[in-house]
Nanobody, 118 residues
Framework: QLVESGGGLLQAGGSLRLSCAAYGHALILKDVAWYRQAPGKQRELVATITNEGSMTYADTLKERFTISGDFPTNTVYLQMNSLRPEDTAVYHC??????????????WGLGTQVTVSS
């Protein structure tokens, strides 16, 4: 029910904007967290946002990454600037949604690959 997009291959110093969209009949997106996982490393929380506008960031990323949400369209974005090779990872979004048929539930996307070359 969550679909990420916007990943790609780029050189260090570049920018990308990732999207996380929730799909489903009459579905309401409540909050989203972006995670990333690099090969051989643990999953890392990048940023979170709620439909009330509350945002949090990993301390090491808040200078370069910005999370934003368009909750009426069930879409959340992650703007990533000044990208570095160490930002290379699969970026996933997870969220809490509500629908009239399934009620509240937690959902994950399959992820989008971001590769930053030096």
């Amino acid at each position: 029910q969550l679909v990420e997009s916007g990943g790609g291959l780029l050189q260090a110093g570049g920018s990308l904007r990732l999207s996380c969209a929730a799909y489903g009949h009459a579905l309401i997106l409540k909050d989203v967290a972006w995670y990333r996982q690099a090969p051989g490393k643990q999953r890392e929380l990048v940023a979170t946002i709620t439909n009330e506008g509350s945002m949090t960031y990993a301390d090491t990323l808040k200078e370069r990454f910005t999370i934003s949400g368009d909750f009426p369209t069930n879409t959340v974005y992650l703007q990533m600037n000044s990208l570095r090779p160490e930002d290379t990872a699969v970026y996933h979004c997870s969220g809490n949604v509500w629908s009239p048929t399934r009620g509240p539930e937690g959902v994950w996307g399959l992820g989008t690959q971001v590769t930053v070359s030096s």
